[in-house]
């Protein structure tokens, strides 16, 4: 476990998902809570209330293993981050993909400006859905909706099976992602499914959720995006690009000994 920038990343075998009673709010704070809620509504129409996995706790279990406490929650319960002095603060809980392309550099999107983070940088991903009473929610079911956000947010259709749980991160203000990696593309390849996927939502009259999208290798390439980025991103590049590098250079050992031979 490592902790640069305030972000702590996390290496599991194994993640087991804990479904807790529902959070129960005092009757000052739903108040707070609704008015801050019906602020944000005011100033950006697109927010919806839809339901929402929150996460409530992230502990390790066992020497490889990760237990992680998620409650049923909607998106108006993250009101209360904005209230001060609120005794509720539920942090998110978000799968991300890490799509490589063939030359190592990461796939990112810029939110688009009817979001609720317009603006900044992240991996394609979202805030994670709980699923209908009676389901689990796993592993199995975090990696098809990190399938399902990276298809409607960059047009790279993947079928679940093909993405690698990778990382675990919880950010300064506890907020949890679960991180998959995907197999690497052809640079060219990943602009023309973006390319095609904006073209099909403005078609239909949509925005896409991503405005634009770009390609970096660590974080030094930051400094080229416009914009603020999520918090995770930074420890994450720096990781993707020591394993890149290992990844060449016992590729490039490999070559070197069979070329010998």
């Not at 005092?26 to 005011?42: I, L």
């Not at 999208?213 to 030094?220: D, E, G, K, T, Y």
């Not at 603020?228 to 394993?243: A, G, K, T």
Request: charged content about 25%.
């Amino acid at each position: 476990m490592t902790q640069p920038c305030g972000v702590e990343l996390f290496d599991a075998d194994r993640l087991r998902l804990v479904e807790a009673p529902p959070t129960r709010l005092s009757p000052e704070d739903r108040r707070a809570m609704d008015d801050a809620w019906d602020a944000a509504v005011r100033a950006n129409p697109a927010l919806f209330d839809g339901p929402v996995a929150a996460c409530t706790d992230l502990e390790r279990e066992g020497p490889q293993g990760l237990a992680l406490t998620w409650v049923r929650a909607t998106y108006r319960l993250y009101a209360l981050r904005r209230v001060p002095g609120a005794s509720v603060r539920l942090p998110s809980l978000f799968v991300a993909v890490a799509q490589p392309a063939d030359d190592g550099r990461l796939l990112v999107g810029r939110m688009a400006p009817w979001t609720t983070s317009p603006g900044r940088w992240q991996l394609p991903g979202g805030s994670v859905e709980p699923p209908p009473d009676g389901e689990p929610l796993d592993v199995a079911a975090l990696r098809s909706h990190a399938a399902r956000e990276l298809t409607e947010e960059t047009g790279i259709g993947i079928s679940a099976d093909d993405l690698t749980r990778w990382q675990v991160t919880r950010g300064a203000n506890g907020s949890v992602g679960v991180l998959f990696q995907a197999p690497p593309r052809p640079v060219s390849w990943l602009h023309e499914r973006y390319a095609a996927l904006t073209s099909s939502e403005r078609a239909l009259g949509r925005d896409p959720e991503l405005d634009r999208i770009a390609l970096v290798r660590s974080p030094a390439d930051l400094a080229g995006l416009t914009g603020p980025h999520v918090d995770y991103l930074e420890p994450v590049l720096l990781r993707h690009d020591q394993f890149w590098f290992t990844g060449q250079t016992a590729a490039g050992s490999q070559r070197a000994g069979q070329a010998r031979r």
